[in-house]
């Protein structure tokens, strides 16, 4: 699960980047504004990365995708980028349980058949 939460973790730091660069467009914000929230919200998505395995890691991850989904009143574009990247994070949650799951099994089935 580790690899593919990171995976969209990383994707997302590109995505606030660029978000970033087109929120500077906007008259009503400055740049160091835009940057202080871009880099705040793109150092979150590196850090997440580290404590995904952790106990509230993943809830944290769908707080950052609700964060990530309300940039859109700011960059309208977010909301359909946000919600695409909360689907890749579900995505990443669910089946990545299910490698995880099915790792866990076969080195039980390997330790099992080195023993016998």
């Known amino acids: 699960m580790r690899t593919l939460c990171a995976s ?8 606030i980047g660029f978000a970033g660069l087109v929120a500077m467009k906007s008259p009503d914000l400055t740049a ?16 997440l990365c580290g404590v995904i395995t952790r106990p509230g890691g993943v809830l944290l991850g769908w707080v950052f995708q609700l964060g990530l989904i309300a940039s859109g009143f700011v960059v309208p574009t977010m909301f359909f980028l946000g919600a695409a990247f909360a689907g890749l994070w ?24 080195a023993k016998g």
Do not use: C, N, P, Q
Request: proline share 0%; glycine share 8%.
């Open 32 to 47: 160091g504004t835009v940057w202080t929230v871009s880099g705040i919200a793109m150092v979150l998505s590196v850090l």
């Open 90 to 113: 579900w995505a990443s949650v669910h089946y990545g349980r299910k490698i995880d799951e099915a790792k866990a099994r076969f080195a039980a089935a390997e330790a099992e058949a």
């Open 8 to 15: 969209t973790l990383i994707g997302e730091f590109f995505i």
